[in-house]
Every structure is written in structure tokens, then in C-alpha cells.
């Protein structure tokens, strides 16, 4: 199975920052690299597909890069709503696997 | 609009087996490229893909679990079930139905609210 490796598992920013989240895969993956949001007791939220797609709906100040094994996720200019649990997930292998996660909290 | 549904008990005892149904709209499981996957998350914890079944019917189950796990689906009801035999407590979780495209890199788009099962005695 392809091990999803996330860093930072936690960050603290301010409203306005700009943050970067990392995510690794065990072995090459391609592009078959997506991002979630997910908030306290709701369900997670696709913003990212294919390593650098903008799902529809999601503000531009959120983007993704990479290819293979290294991938970020990177928020700019931080808003209040954006605070939460981003998680990768590869689809590229089955079975799918998901990347432990990285909290992002206000500081 | 896509809307995805889960059901099933929200508690379950050791050893027994858990049949959970999803039902969704706004999407047909008879269109090529479309697939519902089952996702958990243990209270606290990170997401855990468990298994994935295609418009083709081809199915995929997570390592660990793929001997305890079936998947299928009834087009007909627009209806997916997830069966889970010899439930421990350590599956006690949030399990989350949602759609997948391949369109789409594989990536899920559209996700149910969830439904928690307890496992307990």
C-alpha cells in the first residue's frame, strides 16, 4: 500500500499568513494527488484534484503543486474560515489511502 | 445536485456484523466513470479509506480490512451497502459514504454527512 506522509501534523498562523502544507507519497503517484478540508463534526470537503485542480466553489487563494511523490498544499492570505484539518489523499493505487493530517490552528 | 446519505445502527456489540446503506441522488452508479467509496474516521482520528465500488461493478477493499469488508450495490435503489463482519470496538467511527469520478483523478467529490457506529458490549 502507498503510505501518505503529511508535515506539518499541526501549524499555528494568523489571519493573512500564508501557509504551506507538505504531503509524501511512499512511491510515485503521479498527479493522483487530492486535497480535503474538514471541520469540527462535518464531513471532509474536496478542494484540490489532480495535484493542482481547483474543485468548483473553492476560493483561488487555495492551490496545490507537485508530481510523483511531493506534493503541497498552499493557502494564502489566510481567512478565519480556514481554519481546520487538511487532509492528501492519493487515488492513484488501490487501495486509496489518505494522509494522516495537519490541523491548521489560529495563533 | 449530488446528495449522498448514510444509514444503519449507530450502535453495534463485539462480534457482530454491521450492514451500512448508502443511499444518493444526482448521480446514476449505471454512468461510466462514477464510483462510491466508504471512508471512516475513529473519533479524533485521521480518514480511513475502506473500499470503493465502480460503474462496472468492480470493487476494491482496503488491506486491512478486506477480509471482514464487502461492498455492493443495487443501481435499481441508487442504493450501496458496506457490510463489515466481527466488529471491535477499535471500529468505532464515523463512516462516510461518498462519491468518486474518475473523471476527476479519482479524487471524492461529493461526501454523505456520515453516520457514527459505536462498538460496544
Known amino acids: 500500500d502507498i503510505q501518505m506522509t503529511q508535515s506539518p501534523s499541526s501549524l499555528s498562523a494568523s489571519v493573512g499568513d500564508r501557509v504551506t502544507i507538505t504531503c509524501r507519497a511512499s512511491?510515485?503517484?503521479?498527479?493522483?494527488l487530492n486535497w480535503y478540508q474538514q471541520k469540527p463534526g462535518k464531513a471532509p470537503k474536496l478542494l484540490i484534484y489532480?495535484?493542482?485542480t481547483l474543485q468548483g466553489g473553492v476560493p483561488s487563494r487555495f492551490s496545490g503543486s507537485g508530481s510523483g511523490t511531493d506534493f503541497t498544499l498552499t493557502i494564502t492570505s489566510l481567512q478565519p474560515e480556514d481554519f481546520a484539518t487538511y487532509y492528501c489523499?492519493?487515488?492513484?493505487?488501490?487501495?486509496?489511502?489518505f494522509g494522516q493530517g495537519t490541523k491548521l490552528e489560529i495563533k | 445536485q449530488v446528495t449522498l446519505r448514510e444509514s444503519g445502527p449507530a450502535l453495534v456489540k463485539p462480534t457482530q456484523t454491521l450492514t451500512l446503506t448508502c443511499n444518493f441522488s444526482g448521480f446514476s452508479l449505471s454512468t461510466s466513470g462514477m464510483c462510491v467509496s466508504w471512508i471512516r474516521q475513529p473519533p479524533g482520528k485521521a480518514l480511513e479509506w475502506l473500499a470503493r465500488i465502480d460503474w462496472d461493478d468492480d470493487k476494491y477493499y482496503t488491506t486491512s480490512l478486506k477480509t471482514r469488508v464487502t461492498i455492493s450495490k443495487d443501481t435499481s435503489k441508487n442504493q450501496v451497502v458496506l457490510t463489515m463482519t466481527n466488529m471491535d470496538p477499535v471500529d468505532t467511527a464515523t463512516y462516510y459514504c461518498a462519491r468518486t469520478r474518475s473523471a476527476a483523478a479519482g479524487a471524492i467529490d461529493s461526501w454523505g454527512q456520515g453516520t457514527l457506529v459505536t462498538v460496544s458490549s
Open positions: 489532480a495535484a493542482s
Open positions: 512511491q510515485s503517484i503521479s498527479n493522483y
Open positions: 489523499h492519493q487515488s492513484h493505487s488501490m487501495p486509496n489511502t
